[in-house]
């Protein structure tokens, strides 16, 4: 069954929609009179609109690497230039070719101006207050047990009552049961989070034969530890005859059979390594859900990942792509350990749930402390490589939540090309310095993997549009301005109207054929007051102007207008305007239909 936050994915596919444009000015040449070819070839239009791929220039690949750099009292700085860090891809210098300094926070330019009203009836559009920041809540409820949850419902009740008009929120389980898609309404969180409880894909029993974790099990079959075998061994032999291995009596029967009881500890660790590796694959691929569907929200993203921790010791590579899809995305994850202050004992926790039998083995309890300890591995992984806060060791929840669910006041975006990358998807440790520390404590991404194939140029500088679409940052590299107005035709439906006046002149032009050559890809979206995608437009402008035309005939410049049919209510309009050198411009309109 579709999850509402699921069918809001393939939005996207919308953009393709044919754009309305007005090119004012610009015509076909007329065939000159004297050419005695003129009527069998036509002469090459100055401007024409097509609505197919054009192939556009792309930077080389370039590895992102987001860096938070916190000071001795744990304040983000934001003071820093690229002089001052250092970036090393398997321990080779490499050189920074991108850099900036990120400011999160409210990000949506409200409409600088707008067409003037008319006698029919036409309005400005007025400036409403849309969604800015956009937070998805990972619950990872295939591995949290019911206490944990409870203690979470409580902590996430008071933390959605605090959430600011701007704010959304959003809910994904581990299971996917339960989804809810992005929202201010509390009721609807309040439902949401009533409906938790622990699903995990197998049911464990209280006590089973043998005990059997997942760490174990990545030990035994993944590490060949014959050791951990041995203990498992000795705990089928407990709770299958109820004697001790290392009794005097217990060791001479458990000898006499220990190959059939290492083979049921095998079987057993077989059996817990596929369902420890679907459930963390479940958990990640939850992760990526929520960073799949902040890619189409318009502001700022965060990730919240509310787990007890798991282990990945089989999804190191899908642990990365998790880790891309979020830099690439522009979003941040924040981790919380929803045990916690979490001590673990020997003989498991107070629930007893699979807990290890002191009597048959106690070396088990011994790995059973070690996996507590090492399910937090992943959170600290995944908060550290996008730039988030992992928040553990603390039974304040509310002060997690509201700690992870905030962006660090600022981050740098480092981008390099590795020289000579090979398509092998082999791994590659990263490491970030600062040539002066002074006391700074670095957080970023500790490697990367490379890609398994070459990536496709045309692709990805759709790919870029396209996410210059779903952002909300602003940029400026063409001469492009965004207005919009609307007409009511009645109290129910109104036309919104999109215009983009781009300033030809001031346009990076190529000259072919004695002609000043450039393409213009212009993409708009339109979003509801919760940033859910409606609709989009696309057009490709493609312009072979002559020295003349240039100089003498686009002082006007070419405005270009798109239209959509609305309801009544409040709306964010996403412009985005690509060349075919590369530069790009973004702009947001914001409005609100009475």
Do not use: W
Request: one cysteine or more.
């Amino acid at each position: 069954m579709k999850t509402a936050i699921a069918q809001a994915l393939p939005a996207k596919a919308a953009l393709l929609i044919l754009l309305l444009a007005s090119l004012p000015g610009f015509a076909q040449d007329p065939a000159p009179a004297n050419n005695p070819q003129a009527t069998n070839t036509a002469p090459q239009p100055e401007m024409t609109s097509h609505d197919e791929a054009t192939t556009f220039k792309v930077n080389v690949r370039l590895v992102v690497v987001r860096v938070v750099v916190r000071d001795a009292g744990g304040k983000a700085v934001g003071t820093l230039n690229q002089e001052d860090f250092q970036l090393f891809d398997d321990r080779k210098p490499q050189i920074i070719t991108q850099f900036s300094v990120e400011q999160p926070g409210n990000q949506v330019a409200r409409e600088k101006a707008s067409s003037q009203p008319s006698s029919d009836a036409t309005a400005p559009a007025k400036t409403p207050n849309v969604a800015e920041r956009f937070v998805v809540y990972v619950v990872d409820d295939v591995h949290l047990k019911f206490g944990d949850i409870a203690h979470l419902r409580d902590a996430a009740e008071h933390h959605f009552a605090a959430m600011l008009p701007t704010d959304r929120a959003a809910i994904i389980t581990t299971s996917g049961q339960g989804n809810l898609d992005f929202t201010d309404d509390r009721a609807q969180l309040h439902a949401a989070l009533v409906k938790i409880q622990p699903r995990p894909l197998v049911g464990v029993p209280d006590h089973p034969c043998p005990y059997m974790s997942y760490y174990m099990a990545d030990m035994i079959i993944n590490k060949n530890q014959p050791d951990v075998l041995l203990v498992a061994a000795k705990g089928a032999f407990h709770c299958t005859t109820g004697e001790d291995a290392d009794s005097p009596q217990g060791a001479l029967d458990f000898a006499a059979h220990i190959d059939q009881y290492r083979n049921t500890a095998q079987s057993s660790a077989l059996g817990a390594l596929n369902v420890g590796d679907d459930e963390s694959r479940r958990a990640l691929g939850a992760v990526r859900d929520a960073i799949r569907r902040l890619s189409v929200a318009p502001g700022q993203r965060s990730v919240v990942l509310l787990s007890p921790g798991f282990l990945t010791p089989n999804l190191d590579y899908e642990l990365s792509d998790v880790i891309d899809k979020a830099l690439h995305a522009g979003v941040i994850v924040g981790t919380l350990d929803a045990r916690g202050l979490y001590a673990p004992i020997a003989g498991g926790d107070a629930s007893g749930e699979n807990a290890p039998d002191m009597m048959g083995a106690p070396e088990e309890s011994l790995y059973a402390i070690d996996e507590a300890s090492a399910n937090d591995g992943v959170l600290s992984v995944l908060a550290d490589a996008t730039g988030g806060v992992f928040f553990h060791n603390s039974n304040d929840l509310l002060d997690g939540l509201r700690r992870t669910a905030a962006s660090p006041e600022y981050y740098y975006v480092l981008g390099f090309a590795p020289q000579n990358l090979k398509f092998d998807g082999r791994f590659h440790s990263l490491k970030v310095t600062l040539k002066n520390p002074s006391k700074l404590a670095l957080q970023a991404r500790k490697g990367y993997y490379a890609p398994k194939q070459a990536p496709d140029a045309a692709q990805e500088a759709k790919q870029e549009i396209e996410d210059a679409l779903f952002s909300q940052e602003e940029m400026h590299d063409l001469p492009v301005q965004l207005h919009t107005q609307f007409f009511k035709a009645s109290d129910e439906d109104a036309k919104l109207a999109v215009l983009v006046h781009v300033d030809v002149k001031h346009l990076r032009f190529r000259k072919v054929d004695g002609r000043n050559d450039n393409d213009l890809t212009i993409a708009s979206g339109l979003f509801d007051r919760n940033g859910t995608f409606i609709s989009g437009m696309e057009k490709i402008v493609t312009m072979r102007l002559r020295d003349e035309t240039l100089e003498h005939r686009v002082d006007s410049g070419v405005t270009v207008k798109t239209s959509f049919d609305v309801k009544p209510g409040s709306y964010l309009v996403r412009l985005v305007v690509r060349d075919a050198e590369g530069q790009l411009s973004a702009e947001n309109g914001a409005v609100e239909i009475p």
